[in-house]
T-cell receptor, first 115, second 113 residues
């Protein structure tokens, strides 16, 4: 069974440009999460999808970030326009259900550097 | 609100020595506690979790953790570490309808020969 896959693994863009990150969850996992780790700080929750619906987007920093999950399969996270403080590692995770304690499986992350 | 504190940002230890990575949490509701590990150039991997029942939880690679409700702690231990245990370790708590994880800042375990 393939794990959670994220593309690209690294991205370096200039301030003001647009970047789109992609996450392919484990097949059959309805729940998809995005997290971000800014260097030296904790991994922070951004948002949660159940299939194609956003269940919780309380962690999204501002309206420069747009997440989608069309068809309930893969998800994209677009940053437009990117700012210096958006640099960090963006993790995607998926889980089969919402039973308490269900394991979330993480991808390797996308390291975004905004210069 | 829930929060997790990992006071040690880095823990150096010699190979075959015991190690304890500290984690304290804060929550006003029932908690579910996790330890994740990130090896170099890899994603986060679940080490172990506490949901209920026995307060001593055993995980993969010889790690274990003890849930202590009175001290609001969930420290991770291993009696004898290997070079291959060098990684960053994250303590996390979850709860609520979405099962989102609240992470600590991570502890880098550096095992030296």
């Amino acid at each position: 069974e393939a794990g959670v896959t994220q593309f690209p693994s690294h991205s370096v863009i200039e301030k003001g440009q647009t970047v789109t990150l992609r996450c392919d969850p484990i097949s059959g996992h309805d729940n998809l999460y995005w997290y971000r780790r800014v260097m030296g700080k904790e991994i922070k929750f951004l948002l949660h999808f159940v299939k194609e619906s956003k269940q919780d987007e309380s962690g999204m920093p501002n309206n420069r970030f747009l997440a989608e999950r069309t068809g309930g399969t893969y998800s994209t996270l677009k940053v437009q326009p990117a700012e210096l403080e958006d640099s960090g590692v963006y993790f995607c995770a998926s889980s089969r259900d919402l039973l308490q304690g269900t394991e979330a499986f993480f991808g390797q992350g996308t390291r975004l550097t905004v210069v | 609100a829930q929060s997790v504190t990992q006071l040690d940002s880095q823990v150096p230890v010699f190979e075959e020595a015991p190690v304890e990575l500290r984690c304290n949490y804060s929550s006003s509701v029932s908690v579910y506690l996790f330890w994740y590990v990130q090896y170099p150039n890899q994603g986060l991997q679940l080490l172990l979790k506490y949901l209920s029942g026995s307060t001593l939880v055993k995980g993969i690679n010889g790690f274990e953790a003890e849930f202590n409700k009175s001290q609001t702690s969930f420290h991770l231990r291993k009696p004898s570490v290997h070079i291959s245990d060098t990684a960053e370790y994250f303590c996390a708590v979850s709860g609520g309808a979405t099962n989102k994880l609240i992470f600590g800042t991570g502890t880098l375990l550096a095992v030296q020969p």
